[in-house]
C-alpha cells in the first residue's frame, strides 16, 4: 500500500495573470496543473537533448508515461531516436 501526502502550497499570483480568467478553485487547479505539465515537458527535452538519459529513463524521472512523453515529443517536431532493443521491446519482440 501506498501513502501519499499533500501539501497545501500557498502562492501570490499577480493579479494582472488571471485577469478574465473566473477565479474558481477548478479552474485555478487546472491552470497549475497544465503549467506543471509544460514544465515536466520542456525540462525532459532539455534533459534529452542534454544526453543525460533515454526516454524511458526521463520520463520516470519526471513522473510520465514513455508513450505520452514521445507523443509530446513528435508534437513538438522532435522525433525520439530508438535502438535495435526499444523498438524490440515495443514491439514486444
Known sequence: MKILT???VT???PQDWIKGIPEEDLTLKEIFRMGVYEYKIK???QL???GIG???YIAEQIGILKRDL???FRLRN???EFS???IKEELGQ
Do not use: C, K, N
Open 6 to 8: 499533500f501539501q497545501l
Open 11 to 13: 502562492i501570490q499570483i
Open 43 to 45: 525540462r525532459a527535452i
Open 48 to 50: 534529452y537533448r542534454e
Open 54 to 56: 533515454s526516454l524511458g
Open 70 to 72: 514521445i507523443h509530446e
Open 78 to 80: 522532435i522525433e525520439p
Open 84 to 86: 535495435d532493443d526499444t
